[in-house]
């Protein structure tokens, strides 16, 4: 058997750490600090996974509420982004369902589907299509074609695509493994591509 | 490489995950498929176009009154 020394921790402590620490010992600064960080990217995540614009504001209120009241839980293991997010993903849903009251609304409903997970749309696109377009042309455009993907695609494709986290944060603010997170942005990426691919391809136009 | 093989990779091609012999296979199959080739630019085109247009922004007045109310009850304990 090889024994090994105990490794000395030198790892660099992230910034994020350290004002976390001075907010548990009350310095309410420090948490304003962190809230600032990030109050645009919970809110965008939120607003991306209810579609509801006054659901969002009130979710990130509630966000951060939370992760004031649970710093003590924040174990460090995990980047303080990534544990916000996944707070922000759990309060979306739970906000999901209570709108939704018929339906059951989770990460899994309907990915099941095959829908999108197969190119059928070949025809290439301008250079910079988004310039055949004014800015809000186009962002009604993005924001129609996103919100009809079911929202554990969505909610994957903002996660990784738009807010840049990685594959594995991906996976763990979402509670989901890793091959899964890999299939659904797959399956995300794809039905995107289709659904924008009607607007953005060659001598093609705004269509009905 | 068929286009269905190629297509449960283009995660990982994406993310530069893959090994160097499965990226020459990659490269030749999109040499010689069109449509995967399109697949691969209007999927990266998507992606790119997403996060250069945020399409859900904060309004600073929205931002400051919700930060005022968080921090405000942060002071009373939550």
Request: aromatic share 6%; proline share 3%.
């Given at each position: ?5 105990p ?6 402590i ?5 004002l976390?620490?001075?907010a ?33 504001e ?9 992760a ?7 174990q460090?293991n ?11 993903v ?20 309907d990915?099941q589907?095959?829908?999108g997970?197969?190119?059928?749309d ?7 299509p ?19 993907l079911a929202?554990?695609f ?6 990784r695509?738009?807010e ?38 060659k ?6 | ?7 449960a990779?283009?995660?990982?091609f ?27 630019s ?20 929205v ?16």
């Amino acid at each position: 058997m090889t024994v090994t020394a105990p490794q000395i921790e030198e790892q660099e402590i992230h910034p994020d750490v350290a004002l976390v620490e001075l907010a548990r010992a009350g310095d309410q600064a420090a948490f304003e600090k962190l809230v600032r960080q990030y109050d645009r990217q919970i809110f965008r995540t939120a607003q991306h996974i209810t579609q509801n614009r006054e659901d969002a504001e009130d979710i990130t209120q509630d966000v951060f509420l939370k992760a004031y009241r649970k710093l003590d839980q924040f174990q460090g293991n995990s980047k303080f982004s990534t544990w916000l997010t996944r707070i922000a993903v759990n309060e979306s849903l739970m906000r999901l369902r209570k709108r939704k009251t018929s339906r059951t609304v989770s990460m899994d409903q309907d990915v099941q589907t095959e829908e999108g997970s197969i190119p059928r749309d070949f025809a290439d696109w301008s250079p910079n299509p988004e310039q055949n377009f004014t800015q809000s042309e186009l962002s009604e455009i993005l924001k129609k074609t996103i919100a009809g993907l079911a929202p554990g695609f969505r909610t994957v494709f903002t996660l990784r695509d738009i807010e840049n986290l990685s594959t594995e944060e991906t996976a763990e603010a979402l509670g989901l493994s890793v091959p899964a997170v890999k299939s659904r942005l797959l399956r995300a990426r794809l039905q995107l591509r289709e659904r924008l691919s009607r607007y953005l391809k060659k001598n093609e136009g705004l269509t009905s | 490489m068929t286009c269905t093989e190629f297509l449960a990779k283009m995660t990982d091609f994406f993310d530069g995950h893959v090994e160097p012999t499965l990226l020459s296979e990659i490269k030749t199959h999109l040499g010689e498929c069109h449509h995967c080739e399109v697949v691969v630019s209007t999927t990266r085109q998507t992606i790119e176009i997403y996060r250069d247009n945020e399409v859900y922004e904060l309004p600073t007045n929205v931002r400051e009154r919700t930060i005022s109310s968080i921090m405000a009850r942060c002071k009373e304990g939550c």
